[in-house]
């Protein structure tokens, strides 16, 4: 007893007894958790250790020491293995023990730290008090040959330390982050001293080290014993559960123990069951069922497969509420597990009665739906065959090529004109396509207008002088909506013959110019002798009702003299007859000389004409002077038809080396469905026919400027319009230069 008291070994017995009192202390927790199994493990083992320490120092012989030295050194070399399985545990990775390459490492550290003391102990060259019991005796110093095993038994006393470190940084519960801080200030309390006052500073001094050991084993074990009793959240603790996570769960909830007793459920299983919490908690799941084999069979399909990582999900089955109904479920039920021993099965479940009824009223509407599928499918093979048969009729030639450039249906009618032999039925042929496209290669590119059609996604059309014949392709793309875009499917391909309607439109054409020139010569002797009627002979025309007679035949003959104006004009531009002299012209001039013109009759109607602001100077384009100035009235005297207040504003805009010469007007705008009627000869895009006879025009004004645009290498179209709020109509002309002076 003398030793124990004035000696360091008394420090060593009282820890350990300390030590193994927690270990005991923590019994009562042993059979919930793995994680305090092997807490108690590494807490019996430092208590065995200090123990075993405290007796050899106090053993008189050397026998003694050497019997003792076996289980003292077997004890410290499963000190480190089993503190780190526990941290594996505590931090929910025990799955890595069953790693091979884990368990040999384990066998490692504890064969190396089996060997320093086996070694250190065996082998003594020095006193046992200075050597054995003292730290330095781990580090490398000249001389030693346990120094390296050292160093690694040290590394690996640091691996827990680090483990908590990485798990406590990824953790957001604060109450588990509590009880981890602790556990990580215990591992550094219980190594960290032991390694500067045993280990490091009787190295560097060259002095006996004080055992600091005692205190920082008891002092760890205390702060590791607090952390798991106080913020124990790693064993099943149904007080958080129920404060924290049931009361949000918006179903039902049990909580059943391994005899299938209701531990718990929450306000909304109750509800749903029609019991009060109080009648459920404690009685057993069977209750919910109405029969023996309704539980028996849920005991076989749910609660069977809980096993350790299984769990089961979006199962269906029923309940019985108190009232005696069936309660339709869908349930995902788990297991709680410590080790290989069942705590708890946690199923959550949702009412899905609404959901049966109606699945059984989809089943009925389900088998209405398909009645009327198979009438709509006899419905639609009716319409096919009747749309089949309207087609293989149509008088012009009618084909479907999918975007493998393969004709996959085809009437009678495109074989014909196209020359080419072509099955009625569908058919998917590359060669036919190839084959037509090489015969009018000349004339057009089949294959190049129907990819054009397909990228662009809007109908193309072309006229084709093939021999004798016209022919009028049109290429509409059959396109399938997407998101944001439309993808091509393939293109329905029109061919009709319009040699005839050439012909005709030919005659008609060379008639006007016949009969409009034929015209000019007595349409010009009235209006001459009108016009001297009035200026010389008016003290002659004393009647008003002659006078207004000679004023009309005036003014109907200086109408006529116009439209068979507009006449030739059409004749000219559709033969290329009609010549242009394009030079450089000051369009911003140009528009300021034809506005000047309209400013009477501005001015007369209280109507704003106007050229906006130029921000460069004045443009210059590449055009005729006088054919400008003649697309330019028309589309400024068709502005004024138009409006009744506001006015007409010329804009002059420089963009990718054309001028963009915007004519808008505050007019009465042209409906959507009758724009399609611009610059077609003889239409007016009006509300109805009419207007033509109240506006007093022809409706070949836009279409003549339309051909003066293009003659021009520009191009006339309609940018906006809008009914009540006016139009804007774009003519677009290529820059040029100014001529140098």
């Known amino acids: 007893m003398e030793c124990f008291a004035t000696t360091p070994a008394g420090l060593y017995l009282v820890s350990g007894l300390a030590v193994l009192g927690l270990a005991v202390y923590l019994s009562r927790y042993g059979t919930r958790s793995s994680t305090i199994i092997w807490l108690r493990t590494f807490f019996f083992l430092s208590a065995t250790y200090n123990i075993s320490n405290a007796f050899i120092r106090c053993s008189p012989t050397a026998g003694a020491f050497n ?14 293995p089993v503190l780190i399985i526990f941290a594996l545990h505590f931090i929910n990775r025990q799955e890595l023990l069953g790693k091979t390459w884990l368990r040999s490492l384990l066998m490692v550290v504890g064969s190396a730290f089996l060997y320093i003391f086996w070694q250190t102990d065996l082998f003594l060259s020095h006193s046992f008090a200075d050597s054995i019991f003292q730290f330095s005796n781990h580090l490398p110093r000249p001389g030693s040959q346990s120094g390296p095993i050292g160093i690694l038994i040290l590394a690996f006393y640091m691996a827990p330390i680090v483990m908590m470190m990485r798990y406590h940084r990824h953790l957001e519960d604060p109450i588990k982050r509590k009880e981890v801080q ?29 055992p600091v050991g005692p205190f920082t084993t008891v002092t760890a074990a205390i702060m590791v014993t607090y952390a798991i009793t106080r913020y124990g959240l790693h064993v099943f603790n149904l007080n958080n559960v129920t404060g924290n996570v049931m009361r949000v769960i918006p179903g039902g909830l049990l909580i059943l123990d391994h005899t299938n007793t209701i531990q718990y459920l929450n306000a909304g299983a109750a509800q749903m069951l029609g019991y009060d919490v109080e009648q459920l908690t404690g009685a057993s799941v069977k209750k919910l069922f109405g029969t023996s084999e309704d539980y028996g069979q849920f005991q076989l399909e749910v609660l069977s497969q809980l096993r350790p990582g299984r769990q089961v999900a979006g199962h269906e089955s029923s309940f019985v509420t108190k009232i005696h109904t069936v309660l339709a479920i869908s349930l995902n039920a788990t297991s709680v597990y410590s080790g290989n021993e069942l705590v708890n099965r946690i199923i959550s479940f949702t009412d899905i009665s609404e959901l ?6 989809l089943e009925a509407e389900k088998a ?3 009645r009327k599928v198979v009438e709509r499918t006899r419905e639609l093979a009716e319409a096919q065959a009747q749309l089949a048969a309207s087609i293989r009729s149509l008088p012009f030639g009618f084909g479907v090529i999918n975007h ?50 397909q990228t662009k996604g809007r109908p193309l059309e072309r006229n084709v002088t093939f021999g004798p014949r016209y022919y009028r392709f049109f290429f509409m793309p059959v396109t399938a909506a997407g998101k944001g875009h439309k993808a091509a499917l393939g293109t329905v391909l029109l061919v009709e013959d319009v040699t005839e309607a050439k012909t005709l439109e030919r005659s008609r054409d060379e008639f006007f110019s016949i009969a409009s020139h034929e015209l ?17 002979f008016a003290p002659q025309l004393k009647d008003p009702t002659l006078h207004t007679m000679v004023d009309d035949i005036h003014t109907a003959s200086l109408r006529l003299i116009d439209i068979v104006n507009d006449f030739l004009d059409v004749s000219r531009l559709e033969m290329g007859k009609f010549t242009f002299d394009n030079q450089p012209t000051n369009m911003a001039q ?38 400008v100035r003649q697309v330019l009235i028309n589309l400024l005297g068709n502005g004024l038809k138009a409006t009744t207040k506001g006015g007409v504003t010329v804009t002059l805009e420089p963009t990718a080396g054309r001028l963009k010469v915007s004519v808008t007007d505050t007019g009465t705008g042209i409906p959507v469905d009758s724009q399609h009627l611009l610059f077609h000869k003889f239409q007016q895009a009006g509300p109805d026919i009419l207007t033509r006879d109240r506006s007093g ?39 040029a230069q100014p001529p140098k002076k």
């Open 520 to 536: 000019r010569t007595p349409l010009t002797a009235i209006r001459g002798n009108a016009s001297m009627m009035l200026d010389y």
């Open 590 to 627: 140009l528009v300021r000389d034809t506005l000047r013109e309209y400013d009477v009759t501005g001015s007369r109607r209280k109507l704003k004409l106007e050229l906006a602001p130029l921000a460069d100077g004045d443009p210059w384009v590449l055009a005729d002077t006088d054919r």
């Open 356 to 361: 049966k009824s109606a699945e059984a009223a």
């Open 67 to 80: 019997v003792a030295i076996v289980p003292y050194a077997l004890v410290n070399a499963l000190m480190i």
């Open 368 to 370: 209405s739906v398909e």
């Open 404 to 453: 493998e450039a393969q004709i996959v249906f085809a009437n009678s009618r495109l074989g014909q004109l196209m020359n080419h032999d072509i099955p009625a039925e569908p058919v998917a042929s590359a060669a036919a396509l190839a084959e037509i496209s090489r015969k009018f290669k000349p004339a057009i590119d089949i294959a190049a207008c129907l990819k054009q059609s």
């Open 697 to 735: 025009g022809t409706g070949l004004g836009l279409y003549i400027s339309k051909l003066l645009a293009e003659g021009m290498h520009g191009r006339l179209y309609l940018e906006h319009s809008e009914v009540g709020q006016g139009s804007t109509f774009v003519l677009e002309l290529p820059l």
């Open 182 to 210: 602790i556990v990580i200030w215990a591992l550094v309390v219980l190594f960290i001293p032991a390694l500067i006052i045993e280990g490091i500073m009787p190295t560097v001094f060259q002095d006996p080290s004080y």
